[in-house]
């Protein structure tokens, strides 16, 4: 990834946030983190990108899983009401309800978040989100081949963005089956790639802001082996490609990691601050939300003081 002025991240989100313009021929590109629950810290890292005043500063935003859906709250310029979405007890009760496996039902219920909070409970204004200049690029994974896909081509109203969305969140077995979209069908995104700065690279980005939902110092853990039987067993008769993805999973933070490191100037990480809790990815404690919220929205503040201060 090679910039046009070699400015680094910070500089590049300045200058753009002083002039008010894009035209400086680079790719800024804001990349988010998934993570279930754990997305509760990129929500908060947007509220803060919203308060800078850098909602029109970047070219694309690529979000997986739970990072599409906080990207598609920045793009709709309503971060600040969106983010009940993480924090009001009833919704987290309806969307997150592990017990529903016993009786054979999905534990995520993407399909209630997606098409009756996101239209009524809090809505979204989906209209913004199609007509901002940012490009919104949510990431699944094709069940077929395995690889992260960009859905962005596919988007072309508002039921197509809702659907986009649940591909890019859909974790198999606990959200339900594969989602069927523009002809091929879909699971999280994040088994091909936790966070898509790779295939934002691959389309064209010379900058990028990640948006990460682990600590520096955190690992992804190990699958436990009932996930392994089950989870596994599912995916490798139903989904053959994801089921590779899945297996390889133990070396993707390793690789994502040096790939970012390998852009050097040109990327730019925000992780939760040292010492914030790790969130399991179907928490639904309410006042850890909260907290991690807080945590994500000031993490950001101070990564940014220095490159929005007056010019």
Same mark, same amino acid.
């Not at 996930?227 to 390793?254: C, N, T």
């Given at each position: 990834?090679? %910039? ?21 021929? $680079? ?20 509220? +803060? ?6 909602? %029109? ?10 990072? #599409?859906?906080?990207? @598609? ?7 600040? &009401?969106?983010?009940?979405?993480? *924090? !009001?007890?009833?919704? =987290?009760?309806?969307? =997150? ?8 039902? @999905? /534990?995520? $219920? ?11 409970? /809090?809505?979204?204004?989906?209209r913004a989100v199609l007509a901002n200049p940012t490009t919104f690029h949510p990431v699944a994974t094709d069940i077929y081949s395995g690889r992260a896909v960009d859905l962005h081509p596919h988007i072309t109203d508002q039921r197509s963005l809702q659907t986009a969305l649940r591909a ?9 089956? &594969? ?16 966070? &898509? ?8 980005? *010379? ?21 392994? =039987? ?9 989904? &053959?490609? #994801?089921?590779? %993805? ?8 390793? +690789?994502? !990691? ?15 601050? /040292? ?5 399991? %990815? #179907?928490?639904?404690? *309410? ?14 503040? @101070?990564?940014?003081? #220095? /490159?929005?201060? +007056?010019?």
């Amino acid at each position: 990834m090679s %910039s046009a002025l070699e400015s680094t991240v910070a500089d590049l989100i300045r200058e753009r946030r002083d002039t008010g313009s894009r035209a400086d021929g $680079n790719r800024l590109v804001l990349v988010i983190e998934g993570g279930g629950s754990r997305g509760v810290y990129a929500g908060g890292m947007v509220l +803060a990108l919203e308060e800078l005043g850098l909602s %029109s500063v970047f070219d694309a935003v690529y979000g997986t899983s739970a990072g #599409a859906l906080n990207g @598609a709250w920045f793009l709709s310029g309503q971060v600040a &009401p969106g983010m009940r979405t993480w *924090t !009001d007890p009833e919704i =987290i009760r309806r969307t =997150i309800a592990p017990e529903r496996v016993l009786r054979g039902r @999905a /534990a995520f $219920n993407l399909r209630y978040l997606v098409h009756q909070v996101y239209e009524a409970v /809090a809505p979204m204004d989906f209209r913004a989100v199609l007509a901002n200049p940012t490009t919104f690029h949510p990431v699944a994974t094709d069940i077929y081949s395995g690889r992260a896909v960009d859905l962005h081509p596919h988007i072309t109203d508002q039921r197509s963005l809702q659907t986009a969305l649940r591909a890019s969140a859909g974790l198999p077995l606990l959200a339900g089956p &594969p989602i069927a979209f523009a002809g091929s069908r879909y699971f999280d995104g994040g088994l091909s790639e936790s966070v &898509p700065i790779r295939i934002a690279v691959r389309d064209g980005a *010379t900058h990028a802001l990640i948006l990460r939902t682990r600590r520096t110092d955190e690992r992804r853990p190990p699958a436990s082996l009932l996930h392994q =039987i089950v989870g596994g067993g599912y995916m490798r008769l139903r989904a &053959p490609g #994801a089921y590779r %993805s899945w297996i390889s999973r133990s070396g993707q933070q390793d +690789a994502e !990691d040096d790939f970012t490191a390998g852009l050097g100037a040109t990327a730019m990480q925000i992780h939760p601050p /040292a010492g914030a809790p790790e969130i399991d %990815s #179907a928490s639904r404690d *309410t006042d850890l939300m909260i907290a991690a919220l807080e945590l994500g929205r000031m993490a950001t503040h @101070a990564a940014l003081a #220095a /490159a929005v201060r +007056a010019a």
